[in-house]
């Protein structure tokens, strides 16, 4: 197999956790190329995400390793399997590849929960309201990039409105309710568009308003994206470099025991609609 100057996060994720199912049992580089017929430069590579591994031998690693959770060793085989191109490579080599990883990573969750302070989560922007964030960027995007990632974020929603649409818990605070990205309309109808997928199935919206205080990880949007089984969740924060992605279980933990403490405090579904009805007839 070709080897990949620049894997995907999603190719990162599985190198990295045939890394650490190779050395929680105790087992060299070395071995494990001798074990799978290929030589140690490989094992490398296969771990670092720039070459892929077969679901042959990743099941026989996976013997070998005394790795005996089923569930977990199915969905890194379902992770090793050649799929069909994403949609989001029709992106690549015109916007970030963290972008495309985003989509990627939201397209094989199982679940997602976020906590967004300022603005409004990508996967509920309208896109009159993600057309004024794009155009709010400083240095300021061209035209043409600004197109590229409004279509982008636009098809990323789909992932709540397709045939077998994402469960989807958003916990918003009041200030990105209360941002008017592209001025009074805009911003009413945001919040109105939000209103209609609030009724969407999958979809449960939640307040933090002002006046609940405080809370943990001020400052930081969080998206928390489930996988097959709990081992392969992942965590995407944003940092001043791009989005940067989580996974170590200290990490998951972490983030697991925020999301769970805001939610808790949070207003209901029925509450938080009346919440952002109330904001939109203010505009």
């Known amino acids: 197999m070709a080897g990949r100057t620049s894997p995907t996060e999603r190719q990162k994720r599985l190198g990295a956790e045939v890394r650490r199912m190779r050395t929680a049992a105790g087992m060299t580089g070395e071995y494990a190329a001798g074990l799978l017929g290929v030589d140690r430069g490989k094992i490398s590579n296969i771990e670092s995400g720039t070459r892929a591994i077969s679901a042959e031998r990743l099941r026989t690693l996976a013997c070998n390793c005394d790795c005996d959770d089923e569930a977990y060793v199915s969905a890194l085989v379902a992770m090793a399997q050649p799929t069909a191109r994403g949609w989001w490579e029709r992106y690549r080599g015109s916007l970030p590849a963290g972008l495309l990883d985003i989509a990627e990573l939201e397209h094989h969750a199982v679940r997602m929960r976020s906590v967004h302070l300022i603005h409004m989560p990508g996967l509920?922007?309208?896109?009159?309201?993600?057309?004024?964030?794009?155009?709010?960027?400083?240095?300021?995007?061209?035209?043409h990039e600004i197109a590229l990632?409004?279509?982008?974020?636009?098809?990323?929603?789909?992932?709540?409105?397709?045939?077998?649409?994402?469960?989807?818990?958003?916990?918003?605070?009041?200030?990105?309710?209360?941002?008017?990205?592209?001025?009074?309309?805009?911003?009413?109808?945001?919040?109105?568009?939000?209103?209609?997928?609030?009724?969407?199935?999958?979809?449960?919206?939640?307040v933090f308003p002002f006046d609940a205080g405080s809370f943990p990880g001020a400052g930081q949007t969080v998206i928390y994206m489930e996988g097959p089984v709990p081992q392969l969740d992942t965590v995407q924060v944003d940092s001043t470099h791009g989005p940067e992605f989580l996974y170590q279980e200290a990490q998951l933990s972490k983030y697991r025991a925020q999301l769970d403490w805001m939610e808790e405090r949070a207003l209901s579904p029925e509450e938080s609609r009346a919440f952002i009805q109330d904001i939109a007839s203010q505009l």
Do not use: C
């Not at 509920?124 to 035209?143: G, M």
């Not at 649409?165 to 592209?182: D, K």
């Not at 109105?192 to 969407?200: A, D, G, P, Y």
């Open 149 to 206: 990632r409004l279509a982008h974020r636009l098809e990323r929603q789909r992932v709540l409105r397709n045939d077998h649409p994402t469960e989807y818990v958003g916990i918003l605070h009041e200030a990105a309710l209360r941002m008017q990205f592209g001025g009074r309309k805009v911003a009413r109808g945001q919040l109105e568009h939000l209103l209609t997928v609030s009724e969407w199935a999958n979809v449960s919206l939640r």
């Open 124 to 143: 509920l922007q309208s896109s009159d309201h993600a057309q004024a964030v794009f155009k709010a960027a400083l240095p300021p995007l061209p035209d």
